[in-house]
């Protein structure tokens, strides 16, 4: 299986912040990673796919980025709504697998 | 808009079979990758398997849970189902059904997610 571990595990930040969240693969998975939001509750929520490709519906302040075995999420000016845990997810083989999250809390 | 239910029992005792279906409505069932993801409380998504179904279903299971696992469709009704065999505590978790489009383009519609419980 491939291991999915991002980093921070939790952050706290405040409204109108720069948020940068890593998810780094065990192995190479070209650009196939996922970012998810889950609010409390709630299903997950997808945000990007193909690593940079924006969700339809999706606010721009959200980016990704990476290739390879390093990825990045960035939120470029931190919302109320924002504040929530990040999945990664590769989408490159099977079984698929998750990055252990992030929790993004209000500073 | 494609929108998807998860129902089934909320509570189920251990070493006994869990069984839950996906209501899927708003569009076909052919042609995607309809699979099942779960989360113990206040911990990780764990994807549990597949069914792909284009005349016949193929389904891809995780290796962690192949043995107790099977996935199935049930194309009149617009529905596929899971059933976990053999549960202990460690499969109390929010069960998810999800859609993807392709191996590319991955989750994209979830339901809301109902919770099993497993105890005596």
């Known amino acids: 299986d491939i291991q999915m571990t991002q980093s921070p595990s939790s952050l706290s930040a405040s409204v109108g912040d720069r948020v940068t969240i890593t998810c780094r693969a065990s192995?190479?998975?070209?650009?196939?990673l996922a970012w998810y939001q889950q609010k409390p509750g709630k299903a997950p929520k997808r945000l990007i796919y193909?690593?940079?490709s924006l969700q339809s519906g999706v606010p721009s302040r959200f980016s990704g980025s990476g290739s390879g075995t390093e990825f990045t999420l960035t939120i470029s000016s931190l919302q109320p709504e924002d504040f929530a845990t990040y999945y990664c997810?590769?989408?490159?083989?099977?079984?698929?697998?998750f990055g252990g999250g992030t929790k993004v809390e209000i500073k | 808009q494609v929108q998807l239910q998860e129902s089934g029992p909320g509570l189920v005792k251990p070493s006994e079979t869990l069984s839950l279906t996906c209501t899927v409505s708003?569009?076909?069932?052919?042609?995607?990758?309809w699979s099942w993801i779960r989360q113990p409380p206040g911990k990780n998504l764990q994807w549990i398997g597949y069914?792909?179904?284009?005349?016949?279903?193929?389904?891809n299971y995780n290796p962690s849970l192949k043995s107790r696992v099977t996935i199935s469709v049930d194309m009149s009704k617009n529905q596929f189902s899971l059933k976990l065999s053999s549960v202990t505590a460690a499969d109390t978790a929010v069960y998810y059904c999800?859609?993807?489009?392709?191996?590319?383009?991955?989750?994209?519609?979830w339901g809301q997610g109902t919770l099993v419980t497993v105890s005596s």
């Open positions: 069914i792909y179904f284009s005349g016949s279903g193929t389904t």
């Open positions: 999800a859609r993807a489009t392709s191996g590319r383009n991955p989750f994209d519609y």
């Open positions: 997810l590769q989408h490159n083989s099977y079984p698929r697998t």
């Open positions: 708003g569009g076909s069932i052919s042609n995607y990758y």
């Open positions: 193909a690593a940079s």
């Open positions: 192995q190479g998975i070209r650009n196939d």
